[in-house]
Nanobody, 124 residues
Framework: QVQLVESGGGLVQAGGPLRLSCASS????????MGWFRQAPGKERVFVAA????????NYADSVKGRFTISRDNAKNTVYLQLNSLKPEDTAVYYC?????????????????WGQGTQVTVSS
């Protein structure tokens, strides 16, 4: 069974940074578009960022543009999400996901594999 494992979540004060990681020992990351989504309590899972297989094309949600940075290291089978200038409204469970297609989809149902999520809590 394919597993994506997120790490790096935690409690941080508003304005602070966090770096999330997502790794897999089963997936060959270079073959997948990778995305990050988040889900706040009582809300739907929403798109945060996606990065193409070769790392050249990137897409961000407007709410995180300029504050978050997605990157990947295919040699390490790892994708990262650097979160800067965090706000209380960024509080959510963050999920990474893998998509077999080359399209930078913002739709969760288009992704084939998911991690279990990591909690990010931003205090004011």
């Amino acid at each position: 069974q394919v597993q994506l494992v997120e790490s790096g979540g935690g409690l941080v004060q508003a304005g602070g940074p966090l770096r999330l990681s997502c790794a897999s020992s089963e997936l060959e990351f270079r073959l997948y578009t990778m995305g990050w989504f988040r889900q706040a309590p009582g809300k739907e899972r929403v798109f945060v960022a996606a990065i193409a297989r070769n790392g050249v094309s990137i897409n961000y949600a407007d709410s995180v543009k300029g504050r978050f940075t997605i990157s990947r290291d295919n040699a390490k089978n790892t994708v990262y999400l650097q979160l800067n200038s965090l706000k209380p409204e960024d509080t959510a469970v963050y999920y990474c996901a893998a998509d077999r297609t080359a399209f930078l989809s913002v739709t969760a149902r288009n992704y084939d594999y998911w991690g279990q999520g990591t909690q990010v809590t931003v205090s004011s």
